[in-house]
């Protein structure tokens, strides 16, 4: 199963985030419980389709696989998602809107991704989008396909954007695995089909309306350490933003590093192919020459 951790693995890359240095890595939280097993090929589909567990593989060097329980039943949560509220002859503030989160089996197999709206229309398209490709990757991450789950995200007022969708990911791996989501985090960026994390804009402003509001744990994409403001369009440190204003900020570059920042566990993840396994042997390079 070695060759298969590379489809699995992500690949991140450390960008620089400014003349102050770069963010100390989070801490890796307590590990979700879960059972080490060697499959051999074709042999996972069984352990993988079990409702009540998900298989993620190559955890470890040797090509084993870890196998995590999930809930039976259908499990709840509540992220915070952050906005940016520009235009109007109005200063740029920023905020948050509450997301209400809900995962569970589901026995007939069919897709089911629903999203409900407070108003008529106050979903907007791009937020719509978010909460699919959210699901998605979530599944994904477990080693899971989409029909395994049903999925449903509930917003109130009118929101739009797809900066929430890195947060609704780990809110969906959390209410899947059955993890106490910390109401004391949120994060800003958007989620990627390979499960990294992706830029936005006004982050500085969502810091602030969310530390106002109580957060203390707030994660930014990688690589934006120095965001520019959409108040005054100067770069601010979102570091030291945080640190001066008693909270604290968290570089998150994949949606492994966002379900730490939500819950304060770790999930197995699949370790990176060493550059020697992804080798072609003598013979096979014969033959695509």
């Known amino acids: 199963?070695?060759?298969?951790?590379?489809?699995?693995?992500?690949?991140?890359?450390?960008?620089?985030?400014?003349?102050?240095?770069?963010?100390?890595?989070?801490?890796?939280?307590?590990?979700?419980?879960?059972?080490?097993?060697?499959?051999?090929?074709?042999?996972?589909?069984?352990?993988?389709?079990?409702?009540?567990?998900?298989?993620?593989?190559?955890?470890?060097?040797?090509?084993?696989?870890?196998?995590?329980?999930?809930?039976?039943?259908?499990?709840?949560?509540?992220?915070?998602?952050?906005?940016?509220?520009?235009?109007g002859g109005m200063p740029a503030s920023g905020g948050s809107s509450p997301v209400k989160l809900s995962t569970g089996p589901n026995p007939d197999r069919s897709v089911r991704v629903g999203l409900y709206e407070e108003l008529a229309g106050g979903a907007g398209p791009q937020w719509r989008a978010g909460?699919?490709?959210?699901?998605?990757?979530?599944?994904?991450?477990?080693?899971?396909?989409?029909?395994?789950?049903?999925?449903?995200?509930?917003?109130?007022?009118?929101?739009d954007g797809a900066s929430a969708s890195g947060l609704m990911t780990a809110g969906f791996l959390a209410t899947m695995t059955g993890a106490e989501i910390d109401p004391l985090a949120t994060m800003t960026g958007i989620i990627n089909p390979d499960g990294t994390i992706g830029p936005?804009?006004?982050?500085?402003?969502?810091?602030?309306?969310?530390?106002?509001?109580?957060?203390?744990?707030?994660?930014?994409?990688?690589?934006?350490?120095?965001?520019?403001?959409?108040?005054t369009g100067r770069m601010v440190d979102l570091v030291e933003l945080a640190k001066d204003n008693g909270a604290e900020a968290i570089e998150v570059a994949s949606v492994f590093e966002a379900y730490r920042l939500l819950t304060k566990k770790s999930l197995p993840e699949p370790v990176p192919v060493t550059d020697k396994e992804m080798m072609l042997d003598d013979e096979t390079n014969k033959a695509l020459e």
């Open 1 to 87: 199963m070695g060759k298969l951790r590379g489809a699995l693995a992500l690949s991140l890359f450390v960008l620089a985030c400014g003349p102050k240095g770069t963010t100390k890595p989070q801490d890796k939280g307590a590990p979700i419980a879960g059972d080490k097993k060697d499959f051999k090929p074709l042999e996972i589909k069984k352990d993988a389709k079990n409702v009540n567990q998900a298989v993620i593989l190559g955890t470890d060097d040797k090509n084993g696989s870890t196998i995590i329980k999930l809930p039976a039943v259908e499990t709840f949560g509540k992220v915070d998602a952050m906005f940016v509220r520009m235009g």
């Open 131 to 159: 909460v699919w490709v959210a699901s998605i990757t979530a599944a994904n991450t477990l080693g899971k396909d989409l029909t395994d789950f049903s999925f449903s995200a509930s917003s109130g007022g009118y929101i």
């Open 200 to 231: 936005v804009g006004g982050i500085p402003e969502k810091f602030k309306g969310n530390i106002e509001k109580g957060k203390k744990r707030i994660g930014f994409p990688i690589g934006m350490r120095w965001a520019r403001s959409a108040a």
